[in-house]
């Protein structure tokens, strides 16, 4: 049921035919990435790969600079199943639908029948926060599909694989890109909200002189961020469905000119740490530091890479319950023998915070500081109100009948974070100081807009909400209500999490 929720939520405002939620800070339309893809934005021409075509998943895993890459997911694919092997003996494992846990088959990745098509282009200044002088970032979502494959279903829908590529780019990269200021670059963005382009004339618009992807090529690539359907298991009378997804990122090294294998941003090494007796101590003495609390509860943390891991398994669905599947599960008392944060420390810190003057906006409870644990790594993120395991699946243009009008793009978290992203331009804009606080990956931060009011982001049909006892008030979650006709149906006993539905006669 929850699934079908998700997919059947719509990307449009509450009114009728209202303008798109993610106007001004994404480009979603199927035919202008289409034509984006044929042009500058192909992921052979970011790679500064000259080609006459498209580069195929051979050609690019063959690349000196994506080796590392194949080199780290050959790894991880050997890791994953001498772990499972190791804790489900009795469970098979491989390639095919013969096999309890079917892994995803490499062999199509590195394939000439492959390649990563352009699916979006995300502004993400509101991260700018982690390095102001780049003025945040724009990222390039690629998706994995069979090419030449014959359609599939009733629809003509392409054989798309489940793995999304990331391309991180600087917003504000080097050469003739430095000279913009983070004001003019917002400002390109947002005028694209009032426009009603469509295809390769809003393509064209979006990369003239003074369109927001003039200045964006090579010179601006970060990192390369991957996810990918590492295995699945068909639901059946022996157990449920679940499917687990990889996620990785490899920074650019200009020396070298190679993706190298790096540490996931507050990707909490869960494992490290609870196993470490002076690594659990030197956390919990950083992350409860009134300063880096208050980060924390804003969720503009950036944790020291001591702490975090380089790889991560989000499994898919977690429920609404606390459970081993979440990436911080057994830190916080309660859920294990040794967990790092007892609820003393937690109340202890949130005393010493306030006795500083500290205002926190989401974390005023254990219970909130348990939940941002998980929301702020990113194997939780994209556990939290995500299409499967992914945030940005995009429309399919090499459908036969490609609409982002019948298909949403993305989930209900990143529509969701759509105000927050576009109030944060405004400020760059103008110049003002940006708030880059956001709230809990479930719900919104509607920075005084009623745009959300009612739809299943806030308030409305679907929407995660607090089920309020007398007894069970909850200051974190307190404000986590149903609009009139709903109620809270609570799907966790314990966390009272749920979700917003019509009353039961």
Sequence with gaps: MIAFVFLCLSP????????LLERGTAVTDPAALRELDRGPFGLARMLGVQTGGSLTDDALFALPAI?????????????????????????????????????????????????????????RMDRAYVDPESCGEIRLIYRLAQINAPPVGDHGASARLPMTLNLVLKARGRGNAASLSCATIARRWLATSDWTLAGSALAKELTSQDGPLALIGPNN?????????????????????????????????????????????DQIDRERLLSDENLKREFRAWLLEPVHLSDFDRGT???????????AIAPTPIGFSASALQPAFGMAQGEGDHAVFSAHDVVTALQRAAARGIVLQNIRSVAGFERRLNDITCAGCHQTR?????????????AEHPSNTTIVPASPHFFGDQVRRRDILAAIQEGKPADYSRGFSERPQLRGSRELAGTEYDDGWGAHCYGLQAADNDRSFVSWSCAQGLVCQVMSKTSRIGMCFVAKP
């Design 12 to 19: 449009q405002s509450p009114a009728h035919g209202g303008p």
């Design 67 to 123: 080796t590392p890459i194949r080199k780290s997911f050959d790894a991880e694919f050997d890791r994953y199943v001498e772990r499972h092997k190791a804790e489900l003996p009795r469970q098979t494992i491989g390639v095919g639908s013969q096999f309890d846990v079917q892994l995803f088959d490499r062999d199509q990745l590195y394939s000439n029948s492959t390649r990563f098509v352009l699916s979006g282009v995300i502004n």
């Design 221 to 265: 690539v970060e990192r390369i961020e991957t996810n990918i359907q590492i295995a699945h298991v068909s639901r059946s009378p022996a157990h449920e469905f679940r499917t687990d997804y990889l996620l990785k990122v490899f920074d650019y090294n200009p020396q070298t000119g190679s993706f190298e294998e790096a540490t996931l941003e």
């Design 301 to 311: 943390v950036l944790i020291p890479k001591e702490f975090l891991a380089k790889r």
């Design 386 to 398: 995500g299409i499967g395991g992914f945030h940005f699946p995009g429309v399919d243009w090499m």
